[in-house]
Nanobody
Framework: QVQLVESGGGLVQAGGSLRLSCAAS????????MGWFRQAPGKEREFVAT????????RYADSVKGRFTISRDNAKNTMYLQMNSLKPEDAAVYYC??????????????????????WGQGTQVTVSS
């Protein structure tokens, strides 16, 4: 069992930066791929980024490539999402996820919510224009 708690959301102006964190409980954190999804009001939940167990493989949605960076620190049981050059369309609730998948075998469009077993409660990101 893995429990996930997100933090770091908030209000930022367009062009600004935020860093989200996801703290995981459980001794098996390093066995799981981790990731982020987001959901804006009236929209479906969408994939943002994922990282494999070692941190050596990452995948990003096209909409965030070059602006967001996902990373993890297995010694701290924590994953991060550095978000730069934020746009109003990035505003959403961001969810931390964990799953026993290998991102090497998935393209960005194949990384669907159902692949991940554990979800956090979400953290709100608001971007003002």
């Amino acid at each position: 069992q893995v429990q996930l708690v997100e933090s770091g959301g908030g209000l930022v102006q367009a062009g600004g930066s935020l860093r989200l964190s996801c703290a995981a409980s459980g001794r098996t954190f390093s066995r799981y791929a981790m990731g982020w999804f987001r959901q804006a009001p009236g929209k479906e939940r969408e994939f943002v980024a994922t990282i494999n167990w070692s941190g050596g493989i990452t995948r990003y949605a096209d909409s965030v490539k070059g602006r967001f960076t996902i990373s993890r620190d297995n010694a701290k049981n924590t994953m991060y999402l550095q978000m730069n050059s934020l746009k109003p369309e990035d505003a959403a609730v961001y969810y931390c996820v964990a799953g026993r998948i290998d991102p090497r075998y998935y393209s960005e469009t194949d990384l669907l919510p159902g692949l991940y077993d554990y979800w956090g409660q979400g953290t709100q990101v608001t971007v003002s224009s």
